[in-house]
């Protein structure tokens, strides 16, 4: 029997998941998603296009592939249709290839307007929220309120609805008025419910199992990066869901030992889209140059990323965590313009030095020790393999990879599906 192999990233997401998840889907007879929500943004380049998927796995572009959405999901199904139009648009085939589980959770037009509201409320200490309300729909999940996929199938679901509605309503009396139509969004809202009831809808933790003992290859595929863990992150600057491996357990129903091989994506430097602590920033022109050279926007947001050097201590964390067995590092390209670059080694703080991280990142004060790297200050564009990269490069890569501990089998050197090294 196969194991289920994880693909999650490392940092505070963005890693570059989506293209990775593509180039190895070829060697898998199915793609998972196993948590989060449509405020994922996984980018892919291929044929001169450039794709981006919110909540659809990232195997989808892959002819023979099943796709799976797994119970740990949040679905809103206007984000999801509007997707799907876009996919049929491009030509891809779908309609037999794409599965949700039934247990997955649903996003009510009601909770993006709570997600507004309480962020609006915040001012502030916002979090940093995508207002795609996917916090208020943990929280129903979590709350025991919610409404899930399967409830589309049942006589009642209207009356569901409503209920969930009704007290959506109470809850918003507590904040200040925003505007919000919910009319129109209701009116969406179902109408978006057919193109879901159009879809296989599946017992996840069944359909999963059963593909691992026909011996399937399944490749779970995470949203956000480790350190947005509700956990085991930044909290209270987290996403609402187990962004780490445990949380594939969880999202799609499978026992611990089924997991195989966990491929941890981080970028040769780090950045991060919201608020919330990032002890190695660069809030200067070196960062500045990062995101203008790195094209640092969210793929969901537009947002800019805040962007600095690499850091080790939080890569041991999640590294860790996952039980990473394998690291494929992406953006490496990004540094071609660099005289210098450099990397945390470790953390100072509470008048000590360590590769710990405290308990508490919003509150501590670190300051991170760097080693200084020189740059290779050429293009890797045509490079294919390890040996052909820049002796400044391989140093850099070599010298990560004893601090981490782990292999670095595979370095992506550009957002097309061609240029990537594997080792």
């Known amino acids: 029997m196969h194991k289920i192999d994880v693909i999650l990233g490392l940092q505070w997401g963005d890693e570059g998941k989506g293209k990775i ?31 981006v998927l919110h909540t659809v796995p990232s195997g989808i572009f892959r002819e023979n592939l099943n796709n799976l959405i797994g119970n740990g999901v949040v679905l809103d199904p206007v984000t999801f249709q509007r997707e ?8 891809v085939d779908f309609s ?22 309480s962020e609006a409320h915040k001012g502030k200490a916002k979090i940093g929220s995508t207002l795609k309300g996917i916090g208020p729909t943990y929280m129903d999940k ?37 505007d919000f139509d919910l009319e129109t969004a209701e009116q969406d809202w179902f109408e978006s419910l057919a193109t879901l009831r159009k879809l296989p809808l599946v017992d996840s933790e069944y ?22 863990d509700i ?29 195989g091989r966990v491929i941890g994506i981080t970028k040769a430097y780090c950045t991060r889209v919201g608020s919330g602590p990032f002890p190695t920033e660069l809030d200067n022109e070196t960062g500045e140059l990062l995101r203008k050279e790195g094209m640092e926007f969210g793929a969901t947001t537009g947002r800019p990323r805040r962007c600095g050097w690499i850091d080790i201590p939080q890569l041991r964390y999640t590294m860790l965590i996952n039980g990473v067995t ?39 004060d670190v300051k991170p020790l760097f080693k200084n790297y020189k740059g290779w200050n050429s293009s890797l564009d045509d490079i294919r393999n390890f040996e052909n990269l820049p002796s400044e490069a391989r140093a850099y890569l070599d010298e990560l990879e004893q601090m981490l501990g782990v292999p670095i089998k595979m370095i992506s050197t550009g957002p097309e599906r061609e240029k990537l090294i594997v080792r």
Request: charged share 20%; net charge positive; aromatic share 10%.
């Open 96 to 117: 037999r290839r794409l599965f949700v589980s039934r247990k997955a959770h649903l996003i009510l037009p009601t909770h993006r307007w709570l997600d507004a509201a």
């Open 231 to 259: 956990d085991f992150g930044t909290y209270p600057f987290v996403t609402s869901s187990n962004t780490v491996t445990a949380g594939v357990c969880t999202g799609l129903g499978v026992a611990p030992q089924k997991i």
């Open 84 to 91: 799907l139009r876009n996919l049929e648009q491009s030509g």
């Open 21 to 51: 998840v593509d180039y190895l889907a070829t060697g898998y007879d199915m793609v998972a998603r196993f948590q989060g929500g449509p405020n994922a943004g996984h980018t892919l380049k291929f044929g001169g296009n450039k794709y």
């Open 326 to 364: 394998e690291i494929c590092m992406t953006k490496i390209d990004v540094l071609n313009i660099f005289e210098e670059i450099a990397a945390a080694t470790h953390y100072q703080y509470g008048g000590k030095t360590t590769i710990q991280l405290p308990f508490d990142l919003c509150q501590t």
């Open 142 to 178: 979590t709350g025991r309120n919610g409404l899930r996929i399967g409830d589309v199938e049942s006589p009642n679901f209207r009356e569901q609805y409503e209920a969930l509605k009704t007290k959506h309503l109470e809850l918003l009396k507590i904040y200040a008025p925003i």
């Open 207 to 228: 359909f999963v199992n059963d593909a691992l003992s026909n011996g399937k290859k399944i490749l779970a595929e995470g949203a956000q990066g480790s350190m947005l």
